[in-house]
């Protein structure tokens, strides 16, 4: 029996004002805060906003294993995958050569298959490898089509045409655009990428749209529009003259193993995704990451001095305030997506892993920006590298 039943009732009244007080300033925060994000992001579906809960600590490290290199001397590798076996299937161009080279998990070299050229078993490019129902499916952008291989005896079974131009016009009129092929996602239906066809001097932006095709249907699934690369603008003798920047503004994406396509622009960091089963969209992540001031000084570097047009050429252009925020995009076995950010001094990406099952950061990883990540699976994570000749090789490192 209470000695002061009317306290404890006050007590009971306060405690609750005070918690429904609180609750109410909780969500006038987060409106405020939504309210101030731009309209494309606060309009996404399953929005998830990060935070930097985790801190600045990484809490994660590689150790180096192997490294798949042989003496190829690549000028360019485009794409890794890997089989079950953990053998490495290796996109790469070299003079007079586009091949894709295969290693044992070892690192001792295996086979090749292809060459430069445009017949059958041929590649003007390799731009993406999957191994998928034992077969091996070459995708060259340059010729847009797919070249497939029996998996086990590397032998050629198709070649596979794309159209080469498709006019959108119900969307953009008098815009053109380029269509890729990138991944196979069912017997028939194929991920696209359409790119507007232009004179970069005079379009310095341009679109880049995301569709499925299903080979038995005319009609092809919109999924999303992006931006293109951004160019940038200077003056050659009276002309325009188009050049990129060394990190430049554009649309980056990456295919997940459990059928997500994860499309990010790395002018802000946000990371939407869509199902490759009917082109819906997921789930998106946003953090509210300052951008570093662009100097123009550091895009004019003393290299160019040998040639005086060249740098005129950078010198006349007009350069946006800010460096971009991220640099790629990439998911791994597990559902994590790995997204490097562009730190201050730009010789670091900060890696911040995202698990999207349970949607938060789970770890950060902070690399060199010579070390790019293109693979990661089984714990084992893959990096394209330059020896000291300036050739790409590719490292196989543990995550620990």
Not at 6 to 12: A, C
Not at 99 to 121: R, V
């Amino acid at each position: 029996m209470y000695l002061f039943p009317h306290l404890m009732n006050f007590s009971h009244r306060f405690k609750s004002l005070l918690c429904t007080f609180v609750l109410l300033a909780l969500l006038s925060a987060c409106s405020n805060d939504s309210a101030e994000l731009p309209e494309h992001i606060r309009n996404s579906k399953q929005l998830i906003i990060l935070t930097n809960q985790n801190g600045s600590e990484d809490t994660f490290q590689l150790e180096k294993e192997v490294v798949f290199e042989d003496s190829l001397m690549l000028d360019q590798i485009n794409a890794i995958t890997t089989d079950s076996q953990g053998r490495v299937y290796i996109a790469g161009e070299s003079w007079g050569k586009r091949q894709l080279h295969i290693f044992e998990p070892d690192g001792s070299y295996a086979d090749s298959l292809g060459t430069l050229g445009s017949e059958p078993g041929e590649f003007q490019s390799i731009d993406n490898v999957q191994i998928e129902n034992g077969e091996l499916l070459l995708f060259d952008r340059t010729l847009q089509r797919l070249t497939r291989y029996n998996f086990q005896h590397k032998s050629l079974l198709d070649t596979l045409n794309f159209e080469v131009t498709q006019d959108l016009s119900e969307e953009y009129r008098s815009i053109s655009f380029s269509s890729e092929p990138v991944a196979r996602v069912s017997d028939n239906t194929f991920l696209m990428i359409h790119r507007q066809i232009r004179n970069p001097a005079y379009e310095p932006e341009g679109i880049l749209k995301f569709s499925l095709k299903d080979l038995n249907e005319i009609d092809r699934l919109h999924i999303a529009d992006f931006s293109d690369v951004t160019y940038m603008i200077g003056d050659y003798a009276g002309s325009p003259a188009a050049f990129t920047l060394p990190l430049p503004e554009r649309t980056v994406y990456h295919i997940s193993e459990s059928g997500n396509l994860y499309v990010a622009h790395t002018s802000e960091f946000f990371i939407k995704s869509y199902s490759l089963e009917d082109g819906s969209e997921g789930s998106s992540y946003y953090f509210a990451a300052d951008r570093s001031v662009m100097n123009p000084k550091e895009i004019n570097h003393p290299r160019f001095s040998h040639n005086r047009q060249l740098l005129k050429v950078r010198e006349s252009a007009e350069y946006p305030e800010f460096w971009p925020v991220l640099y790629s995009v990439i998911s791994d076995d597990e559902d994590r997506i790995w997204i490097s950010k562009i730190s201050d001094d730009r010789k670091y990406l900060e890696w911040w892993i995202v698990d999207d099952r349970k949607r938060e950061i789970t770890g950060r990883l902070t690399l060199p920006i010579s070390k790019k990540i293109i693979h990661i699976k089984n714990g084992m994570v893959y990096t394209v590298e330059k020896d000291e000749m300036g050739f790409e090789k590719v490292v196989r490192y543990r995550l620990i």
